[in-house]
């Protein structure tokens, strides 16, 4: 009689089935237990349930800042077949946390098969202190939020199956969801400093920005690296400055442009110390661009709403439409609030539009140097469908400047 199929949650012995004890639960708010076995960090962390359903770049995902306070489920079954290295981080500090609560897996991590990989996977979760849980059925963990929204949560790892459930049922209880969290404050830059890395190549690795044309200043809500990469690529050099720093702080640095950065929580609240700097800043008739938080906060700024969204939109799969050009493409997105199109005043146009449901990922104001999209432009992971934004952009300062704009669209081989 051939052997039965043996598995993490099962294991079959002489004497017949035996079930080993689960090392790590999921707990969600309506009770829901899931149980499976324990990766990475050992401890508990409370925080908002996601679903992110990219196919590939879970290093890039679990090391952006935009994830801050999450709980991440990843759909695809197969994460940690790569393995890590330090090319693949998104958070700009090295040592730096992201803010990612845990991570959700179908199978157990496999041995990294890939010539770029440094580190497995588990021993990096251990380091940067995120717990992990493996042996989860996903697909009805998605079918559940997809249903009822992002619940919040626990993940706990605990090598012994022994839980300290009074502290997970309390830890559950005092987090108080994404709604009216600033968590910007948590992940932005604590004091300024200048960016010229510019875009990974094959076999060559990162590269510097030798003679810049143009300066921006970023402000750092939670900024990504390959977003300063982009950057940097269109011939600008970078100055970070922290989230809270004043528009007299900003322009006292002689930016040609400012940039407004992705970021973690709830925009409204950000948007108390943020809003007033970037109307400010707006006045000087400077370009300006936002990315994500930097989106929401600008809409905000231009006297929109923004919303809790349902399940919100994480992967690098989303279908978006660009309505200046009428061109449609695939975008990577993280986000769980967004701006309401109908909320936008006279003079501020909806210029891109998600496929997927109808929610506004992009505006700009009308015949001024300003706009904005929800999505993720520099991808990491995900397609560079939306890498013309950054010329987009450039080109604003460009034509300030008198100097000849760029082609947005280059085609595939061309020199960008």
């Known amino acids: 009689m051939p052997r039965a199929p043996i598995n993490r949650a099962w294991r079959s012995k002489v004497t017949g089935w035996q079930q080993t004890p689960a090392t790590a639960v999921l707990i969600l708010a309506d009770g829901t237990r899931l149980e499976g076995f324990g990766l990475g960090a050992v401890g508990h962390a409370a925080g908002e349930v996601c679903f992110n359903t990219a196919m590939t770049g879970y290093q890039e995902v679990l090391t952006d800042p935009s994830y801050a306070g999450q709980i991440i489920t990843f759909t695809f079954p197969h994460i940690g077949n790569v393995g890590t290295n330090d090319e693949d981080i998104e958070t700009v ?15 157990d991590i496999t041995n990294p098969s890939n010539y770029r990989a440094a580190e497995k996977l588990d021993a990096w979760l251990k380091k940067r202190n995120i ?17 009822k929204g992002m619940p919040n ?13 009074g502290s997970i049922a309390a830890e559950l209880k005092a987090f108080p969801g994404l709604e009216g969290l600033d968590l910007a404050k948590e992940v932005t830059t604590a004091q300024t400093y200048h960016w010229d890395q510019t875009g990974w190549q094959w076999n060559v690795g990162y590269g510097t920005l030798e003679n810049p044309e143009f300066h921006v200043v970023a402000i750092d809500y939670g900024a990504k690296r390959n977003i300063l990469r982009c950057l940097a690529d269109q011939g600008a050099k970078v100055t970070v400055v922290p989230a809270t720093a004043s528009a007299a702080d900003i322009l006292a640095h002689n930016p040609d442009a400012v940039f407004l950065s992705n970021g973690p929580g709830d925009p409204a609240e950000t948007g108390k110390y943020a809003v007033p700097t970037i109307q400010k800043l707006m006045e000087t008739g400077k370009p300006m661009f936002g990315i994500c938080l930097g989106h929401q906060l600008m809409g905000l700024a231009l006297g929109g709403k923004t919303s809790k969204m349902h399940q919100g939109h994480h992967g690098a799969n989303h279908p978006v439409k660009d309505l200046t050009t009428g061109k449609v493409e695939i975008t990577s997105m993280n986000h769980g609030f967004a701006v309401d199109a109908d909320s936008l005043p006279a003079g501020v146009t909806q210029t891109h539009v998600s496929l997927f449901d109808g929610s ?4 700009a104001v ?3 140097p300003i706009f ?8 990491s992971p995900g397609p560079k469908d939306s890498h013309y934004l950054f010329t987009r952009f450039l080109n604003q300062v460009r034509k300030q400047k008198g100097l000849p704009e760029k082609p947005e669209y280059v085609a595939a081989g061309d020199a960008a």
Do not use: C, W
């Not at 849980?133 to 939020?145: F, H, N, S, V």
């Not at 949560?153 to 459930?165: K, M, N, S």
């Not at 506004?360 to 505006?363: E, R, V």
């Open 93 to 107: 500090n090295m040592a730096a946390l992201s803010g990612v609560r845990g991570v959700v897996l179908k199978a």
């Open 131 to 147: 717990i992990g849980i493996a042996g989860i059925d996903t697909r009805a963990l998605t079918a559940l939020i997809r249903e």
């Open 153 to 165: 949560g626990v993940i706990a790892h605990e090598p012994t199956g022994q839980f300290d459930e």
């Open 360 to 363: 506004n990922a992009g505006l």
């Open 366 to 368: 009308d015949g001024k």
């Open 372 to 379: 904005s999209v929800q999505y993720h432009p520099e991808a």
